[in-house]
C-alpha cells in the first residue's frame, strides 16, 4: 500500500494509476506500467497482487508480474520490496483458502526483513504486512498488535496516509474484539476519513462497515447504506464484503 498519485501535484502517470486503483481498476493501472525498470515492475506486481486481495482473483496474473519484479530487482531494498509482495501474495491465498502458503508467506517476509534496513520507507508496510499474517495466520493478536503499532508509528514518520489508514483499521479491529468500544470507533474513523480524504472509494466501503460496528442506530445502518452503495458502484468488490453487506433476512446458498 501507498499513496502515489494522490496529490495534485505528482506526475500525471502516477495520478492516472492512482485513480484507476482507488476505483478497483487494477488491471487498467497495471496496464499503464511498462515494467522496463524494478520500480515500475514492482508497482506493476504490488497493483495485482493487491487484486488479488479485494477480488480473490487473477492470481496467475499476480505471480507472473512478482517473477518479473523479482527478476529484475538488484539492491537490497528492491529485492526486499519484491519479497515483500511474494509473502503479501502467499498470505491472500491462504487467506482466501486458494492454497495453503503460510510458510512460504513467513519465510518470504523474513527474507525481506533481513533485507529491508529499519527506518527504510519500505520498513512499515512490511511490519504491516507481518501484524496480518500474526493477526489471520498465527492468531496472535498480541503480536499483531505490536507489528501495526511499528507499521502506524512508519506510516507517520514517512507521510504515507493510504498505509496509516489501513494501521488504524487494524488496530481499531483488535480493540473491538477486546470491547474497547471508544478505541475502536476513534481507530476507524479515522480511518475512513483518510480513504474518504484520498479517494480511495474501494477501501471506503469496508472502512464505513467496521465503523458502523460501533455506532448505534440509526447511524450504524446509515453507514452500511453507505457501504451497500459504493459496493454496487465498484461492481461488487471488495468480494469478502458482500456477506457483511447482506439485507438483513436475505438467504444465504
Do not use: K
Not at 76 to 103: H, I, K, P, Q, S
Not at 132 to 151: F, G, K, V, W
Not at 202 to 229: F, H, I, K, M
Amino acid at each position: 500500500m501507498s499513496g502515489d498519485g494522490t496529490t495534485a501535484d505528482d506526475d500525471p502517470l502516477q495520478t492516472a494509476v492512482w485513480r484507476l486503483r482507488s476505483r478497483a481498476c487494477w488491471a487498467d493501472a497495471a496496464a499503464l506500467l511498462e515494467p522496463a525498470g524494478p520500480d515500475t515492475a514492482l508497482q506493476r506486481a504490488s497493483l495485482l497482487v493487491e487484486r488479488c486481495l479485494y477480488t480473490e482473483a487473477g492470481w496467475g496474473e499476480a505471480e507472473d508480474a512478482l517473477r518479473t519484479a523479482e527478476a529484475l530487482a538488484h539492491t537490497d531494498d528492491e529485492r526486499g520490496a519484491a519479497a515483500c509482495e511474494r509473502g503479501y501474495l502467499a498470505y491472500a491465498a491462504t487467506l482466501f483458502a486458494v492454497r495453503d502458503r503460510a510458510d512460504e508467506a513467513r519465510a518470504a517476509l523474513g527474507r525481506a526483513a533481513a533485507l529491508i534496513a529499519p527506518g527504510a520507507v519500505g520498513r512499515a508496510l512490511l511490519d504491516f504486512r507481518r501484524g496480518l499474517i500474526a493477526e489471520n495466520l498465527t492468531r496472535s493478536p498480541q503480536a499483531a498488535r505490536a507489528a501495526y503499532r511499528r507499521a502506524h508509528a512508519g506510516a507517520t514518520a514517512h507521510a504515507d496516509p493510504l498505509l496509516l489508514s489501513a494501521t488504524w483499521r487494524h488496530l481499531a479491529g483488535l480493540a473491538l474484539r477486546e470491547g474497547e468500544l471508544a478505541e475502536a470507533r476513534h481507530g476507524f474513523a479515522e480511518s475512513l476519513r483518510i480513504r474518504e480524504e484520498l479517494g480511495y472509494l474501494v477501501g471506503t466501503a469496508p472502512a464505513l462497515v467496521s465503523l458502523a460496528d460501533t455506532e448505534t442506530e440509526p447511524e450504524a445502518s446509515r453507514l452500511r447504506e453507505e457501504a451497500r452503495r459504493l459496493f454496487r458502484l465498484l461492481g461488487g468488490v471488495p468480494t469478502w464484503l458482500a456477506h457483511q453487506l447482506a439485507p438483513p433476512g436475505a438467504a444465504t446458498a
